[in-house]
């Protein structure tokens, strides 16, 4: 079984910054691509961010320029520097990961969330 378990959520002030991570543990024998969405209350999941095996990212236009994705394989672990927060920001960030796990296949896992309010 694989876990995901977030941290690095808080309350920030209107252009300040903030560096999220999410480490993967469990039976892992290797993670693909790795992803960041986050979710504003009343509104529909959105991906923000993604990076894959090689190193490739994705960005959202609203985070481009402002957010960096980044991994440590060696850690199993996705980082999503934060900088330029706007109150539009603030919202609930998950991480997701696509994993081979070593007992059950491949699939999709899901970390619990994490806070993020911008605000002065």
């Known amino acids: 079984q694989v876990q995901l378990v977030e941290s690095g959520g808080g309350l920030v002030q209107p252009g300040g910054s903030l560096r999220l991570s999410c480490a993967a543990s469990?039976?892992?024998?290797?993670?693909?691509?790795m992803f960041w969405y986050r979710q504003i209350p009343g509104k529909q999941r959105e991906v923000i961010a993604h990076i894959t095996s090689g190193g490739s990212t994705y960005y959202a236009d609203s985070v481009k320029g402002r957010f960096t994705i980044s991994r440590d394989n060696a850690k199993n672990t996705v980082y999503l520097q934060m900088g330029g927060l706007k109150p539009e920001d603030t919202a609930v960030y998950y991480c997701?990961?696509?994993?081979?796990?070593?007992?059950?296949?491949?699939?999709?896992?899901w970390g619990q969330g994490t806070q993020v309010t911008v605000s002065s």
């Open positions: 469990g039976s892992i024998f290797s993670i693909y691509a």
């Open positions: 997701k990961m696509v994993v081979r796990d070593a007992t059950q296949g491949m699939g999709s896992y």
